[in-house]
């Protein structure tokens, strides 16, 4: 694919919680689409860190997950930042906003340039591979041929995956955290109980921002059961023997929705879960470890062990089909969330693989 890129000046987002703003990237040719769709003037919203060196040799590219945006130094800021593990005065950061999010980049509410528009339920199907050739289109632009380490949780580890199969030659190193080669029956579920949950809200498919906003909320409330475990809510929101109403772990699951919809929009949410159900590495290459075999890069695989969304028994399995892979296992009670949580023990697992590489 080509693209012939210009950049804008930066947006405002009424969605970010960031305080700074992300730079915009206008992509001015269309982007075809796996699917056959094309998607015209395609925006990408970015941040960066640290200085590039000479040589290219220390670009870190980060790429977010379901509801994140291009800031990690706020939403990873155990990992990013001064004096954190990925140092800008030690690394040339990279953190994309994703084709879908409602974080600077274009989605379902951008408008729709032929129906002059916003998409709203309209919006194109979008696969992993779109989200990927949106990141290469950004590299490309920024003149990066290398990255020392491409690194991503969840949904991000699929893009990380993708990216390493279709450009085998740029990351040097790679990590896919709490995140497998292709999506389970069981998240494909989970994600579509929540979409349910939207197409209840009576507003959906109305031409608003603000449409399925209780829809939202209770999507969310579905979703972080997912996120989190048995033993967090355990620990977090067991209540006294008295209790009989406002239990906490009710009070808390309408919190998390109530956060999110200040922040997300419906249209969004729904195309970003079926964006993730799209994840297949093998689709038409002839099979998962035929796939999984193109890539170049050394692998850092990681797992949660109280995951319940993508359980530790996927990344065992992509270590085992992976040219060169290590596996390991982060020791934690917070289920999938544990990639966004327990960053000292991944800052320890990324210092051992990427200090001593004759390990992978």
Request: proline residues 4%.
């Amino acid at each position: 694919m080509s693209l012939s890129l210009a950049m804008s000046t930066p947006q405002k987002n009424v969605y970010a919680l960031q305080a700074v703003e992300p730079n915009i990237l206008h992509c001015t040719e269309p982007l075809v689409l796996e699917s056959g769709d094309v998607l015209h003037d395609v925006r990408i919203a970015y941040h960066t860190w640290g200085t590039l060196n000479a040589n290219q040799s220390n670009v870190v590219w980060i790429c977010h997950a379901l509801t994140g945006n291009s800031n990690a130094a706020d939403w990873w800021n155990g990992l990013v930042g001064a004096g954190r593990y990925l140092d800008p005065d030690e690394y040339f950061i990279i953190c994309a906003n994703i084709i879908g999010s409602c974080y600077g980049s274009t989605s379902p509410l951008s408008v729709n340039p032929n129906a002059k528009v916003p998409y709203y339920q309209h919006f194109p199907t979008v696969t992993i591979r779109d989200v990927v050739q949106g990141h290469i289109a950004l590299r490309k632009h920024l003149g990066i041929e290398s990255i020392h380490l491409l690194v991503g949780g969840s949904m991000g580890g699929q893009q990380v995956l993708e990216w390493a199969i279709i450009e085998p030659h740029i990351p040097q190193n790679i990590a896919i955290l709490a995140a497998g080669a292709a999506i389970s029956p069981w998240a494909v579920g989970l994600n579509a109980t929540q979409r349910m949950a939207i197409e209840a809200d009576a507003t959906w498919g109305m031409p608003l921002a603000t449409a399925a906003q209780h829809g939202l909320a209770t999507a969310r409330a579905v979703g972080m059961l997912s996120y989190r475990s048995y033993e967090s809510f355990a620990e977090r929101q067991s209540d006294a023997d008295h209790v009989l109403d406002q239990r906490r772990a009710d009070t808390y699951l309408r919190y998390q929705g109530e956060k999110l919809v200040r922040r997300f929009d419906a249209y969004s949410y729904y195309t970003l879960t079926k964006i993730m159900d799209t994840h297949n590495v093998g689709r038409g290459r002839g099979g998962v470890a035929n796939a999984l075999a193109q890539i170049q890069a050394n692998a850092i695989v990681v797992g949660v062990s109280s995951d319940i969304l993508f359980p530790p028994s996927e990344q065992e399995t992509l270590v085992e089909t992976l040219p060169r892979a290590t596996l390991h296992i982060i020791d934690s009670i917070y289920g999938h969330d544990g990639f966004l949580i327990e960053f000292e023990q991944l800052s320890c697992i990324f210092n051992e693989c990427l200090q001593a590489p004759q390990l992978l």
